[in-house]
Nanobody, 122 residues
Framework: QVQLVESGGGLVQAGGSLGLSCVAS????????MGWYRQFPGKQRELVAV???????NYGDSMKGRFTISRDDAKKTVTLQMNDQKPEDTAVYYC????????????????WGQGTQVTVSS
């Protein structure tokens, strides 16, 4: 059973910084991409940032220059440092991992964390 557990959400003032962390646990043979997505009420999840197993990163347009994603494969963690936050960053943030799990040769699958609320006050 694979689990992704997020931590670090909360309330921050506009212009401030907040960090999110996500730890993957369970039967995991390999992790390909790890990333963060966010969801506004009534909207679909949107890309915040992803990082490949080789360290390549991709950010949503409004996050470039403000957010930084990183990963620690030994600890199976992905972190998101959010700087210069804006009220429009207020959303539920979800961790995602594309990983190899399962019995025998295993299979690749996407897993999601439970989500953590980030609120930016003006």
């Amino acid at each position: 059973q694979v689990q992704l557990v997020e931590s670090g959400g909360g309330l921050v003032q506009a212009g401030g910084s907040l960090g999110l962390s996500c730890v993957a646990s369970g039967t995991i043979f390999s992790i390909n991409t790890m990333g963060w997505y966010r969801q506004f009420p009534g909207k679909q999840r949107e890309l915040v940032a992803v990082i490949s197993s080789g360290g390549s990163t991709n950010y949503g347009d409004s996050m470039k220059g403000r957010f930084t994603i990183s990963r620690d494969d030994a600890k199976k963690t992905v972190t998101l440092q959010m700087n210069d936050q804006k009220p429009e960053d207020t959303a539920v943030y979800y961790c995602n991992a594309h990983l190899l799990t399962g019995r025998g040769g295993g299979y690749w699958a996407d897993y999601w964390g439970q989500g953590t609320q980030v609120t930016v006050s003006s």
